[in-house]
């Protein structure tokens, strides 16, 4: 049955569209903190968004310069030093992003305690966005298993029982409905909408930002499950809209950040040679000598 419904919505839903978007102005980017990423690559230079994301921005910088507080997972005792120093980039996929931040180095760690996203769905168009049109997921939406998974289950599967359609039901039967439900939710409802669903909270009042090449994203399982991991994009991604805090973009680096995705990985998209984070340190905002993205 979960297998009918799957194939059904995937149905000629496959191409991924790619949102055209402008870089960072220059005069948009005075005024905001900046912070240094040194690597055993290189240098990336990053600009930091407390208007769109302030919690993160802040708990960003105090993991960085060791002012909070983060528990280390040998003595897992909460210890005041620079968080990110001495970790690696544990995931970097070609093309689309590196993934740092993990005192583990495996994916699976993080500061020892999480907060909350920063995201203005609406500001992104979300809330005007059909999930689903002419019975097809959103094209950003359709190679997303898991919020695939919630149309299913919050609601086709509802309503199918409404219907008093089951597994059992013959194979017709069900695909008869499946149609009928996606007619009814074509165009009704939104992807915010779905994704509050899924337990997302977006806050209106802050500056809505695209994930876009160079951003810099908080890494997540989930809604609100942010614990100091991060992600650097290497192309726009506007599938990950609505569900990652955007909180920053490099302004000097980006060769670094190419010549970081195009390292060797195993099939864990782990580098077979590390990618270490020597350090990270806000620097100041008025350096001259800091380069801005191209316009």
């Known amino acids: 049955m979960h297998h009918t419904i799957t194939t059904h919505i995937f149905l000629a839903s496959v191409i991924v569209c790619l949102a055209v978007i402008s870089p960072i102005s220059a005069a948009e980017s ?23 994301a302030p919690r993160s921005v802040e708990i960003f910088l105090g993991l ?33 992003m590196i993934q740092g931040g993990d005192i583990l180095g495996t994916g699976h760690g993080g500061a020892g305690f999480t907060f909350a996203d920063e995201i203005n769905a609406a500001g992104l168009g979300l809330d005007t966005t ?17 919020v695939i998974a919630a149309i299913r289950d919050h609601y086709i599967v509802p309503r199918l029982n409404a219907r008093g359609v089951s597994r059992n039901s013959p194979p017709a ?35 809505a930002r695209p994930p876009v090449a160079g951003s810099l994203c908080l890494a997540n399982r989930g809604p609100n499950t942010n614990a100091g991991q991060f992600f ?7 599938h990950l809209q609505g569900l990652h805090t955007v909180f920053g973009h490099v302004i000097a680096g980006m060769d670094v950040v190419h010549a970081i995705s195009e390292s060797a990985t195993d099939e864990q998209a782990r580098p077979t040679h590390p990618v270490t984070i020597i350090s990270v340190r806000r620097i100041d905002s008025d350096d001259s000598s800091q380069e801005r993205p191209e316009e």
């Open 173 to 207: 039967q069900q695909q008869r409905a499946i149609h009928d439900i996606l007619e009814e939710l074509d165009g009704q409802l939104s992807i915010q909408d779905l994704y509050e669903t899924m337990g997302y909270r977006y806050d209106d009042e802050l500056i």
């Open 130 to 146: 059909p999930a689903i049109s002419n019975g097809q997921p959103h094209p950003h939406i359709a190679g997303l298993p898991n």
């Open 30 to 52: 005075d005024g905001y903190p900046r912070a240094l990423i040194s690597t055993s690559l290189g240098d990336i230079t990053i600009e930091l968004y407390p208007d769109s």
């Open 232 to 238: 650097i994009n290497v192309t726009d991604t506007p």
């Open 64 to 96: 960085a310069e060791g002012k909070r507080p983060w528990r280390d997972p040998e003595s897992e005792e909460m210890v005041t030093r620079p968080y990110y120093d001495g970790t690696i980039f544990h995931r970097v996929i070609k093309d689309f």
